[in-house]
């Protein structure tokens, strides 16, 4: 395998399992790795749109941690997503950029939440724009990493939404 297929490889693997942690701390620094991960992936296969959001979309991640406990911090956070635009136009490679760029207005959106059923929402939209984008880059890791976290994310908001058993 080439060292681009590794990192994709890398990749599925953190994309299958962020979601399905509960913490939401920990759940933001599945999904930095994952960001990281895909994104070097995305760069040696020249999507550079794809690596640049993952930049992006990374550090929304680390500034997304302080969002529970430091609720004015949101200000701080809600001027990153003016970086989706710029990303959009700086990196622009026709269609590919526009579903990267829908995906990262829903990761970004997604993290914003505290809420994590609202989180894992988001989240599964922003799943849909990268399948987009990695049909038209013919990224198949990132292709069963989407599925694979399509699947997981699914399942994970299930689990919260779940009715709880009442033993007796």
Same mark, same amino acid.
């Given at each position: ?10 990749? #599925? ?34 999507? *550079? ?8 979309? @990374? ?5 997304? #941690? ?9 200000? #701080?956070?809600?001027? *990153? ?47 849909? @724009? ?13 292709? #069963?990493?989407? @599925? ?7 399942? *994970? ?12």
């Amino acid at each position: 395998m080439d060292i681009a297929t590794n990192f994709g490889v890398l990749g #599925v693997f953190a994309n299958t399992i962020w979601p399905l942690i509960k913490n939401r701390q920990l759940f933001l620094m599945g999904q930095f790795v994952a960001c990281a991960l895909i994104g070097i992936h995305f760069a040696l296969l020249g999507a *550079s749109t794809g690596a640049i959001v993952l930049l992006v979309a @990374g550090i929304q991640v680390l500034l997304a #941690v302080p969002l529970e406990s430091h609720p004015k911090f949101k200000k #701080v956070y809600l001027l *990153s997503l003016l970086l989706t635009p710029f990303v959009c136009w700086y990196s622009w490679q026709g269609i590919p950029s526009v579903f990267s760029s829908l995906a990262l207005l829903f990761f970004c959106v997604g993290n914003l939440q505290v809420n994590t059923k609202n989180m894992r929402i988001f989240l599964i939209l922003c799943i849909f @724009g990268w399948i987009g984008h990695n049909l038209l880059i013919g990224s198949y890791p990132a292709l #069963v990493s989407n @599925g694979l976290a399509l699947i997981t994310s699914t399942y *994970s908001l299930y689990r919260e939404n779940r009715p709880k058993m009442v033993c007796k």
